[in-house]
């Protein structure tokens, strides 16, 4: 079984910074994508980055450039999520998302986290 477990979240003040963490455990051979996506009560899930299994290539939503950061430890099957400046609208739970290889030559799976809420008072 493979498991994403994120971390981080809460509650900040507007202007204010948090941090998240997800950790995928479990059968992995190896992890291509990772990143983080997000979903405020009444609307869609949206992303909000991604980064390549290098490491080196990241994509930002146009609402989070210039203030969130994405980065992965590929020792750790870790991706962080760096967010600064934050503002009310950011408020949603956001997940944690990676593609995973379980055995060599097999097929890729996506898997999600549970969810950790950041919530954003202004």
């Known amino acids: 079984q493979v498991q994403l477990v994120e971390s981080g979240g809460g509650l900040v003040q507007a202007g204010g910074s948090l941090s998240l963490s997800c950790a995928a455990s479990g059968s992995i051979f190896s992890v291509s994508a990772m990143g983080w996506y997000r979903q405020a009560p009444g609307k869609q899930r949206e992303l909000v980055a991604t980064?390549?299994?290098?490491?080196?290539?990241?994509t930002y939503a146009d609402s989070v450039k210039g203030r969130f950061t994405i980065s992965r430890d590929n020792v750790k099957n870790t991706v962080y999520l760096q967010m600064n400046s934050l503002k009310p609208e950011d408020t949603a739970v956001y997940y944690c998302?990676?593609?995973?290889?379980?055995?060599?030559?097999?097929?890729?799976?996506?898997?999600w986290g549970q969810g950790t809420q950041v919530t954003v008072s202004s």
């Open positions: 998302h990676a593609v995973i290889t379980k055995r060599n030559y097999g097929p890729s799976f996506s898997y």
């Open positions: 980064i390549a299994s290098g490491g080196g290539t990241a």
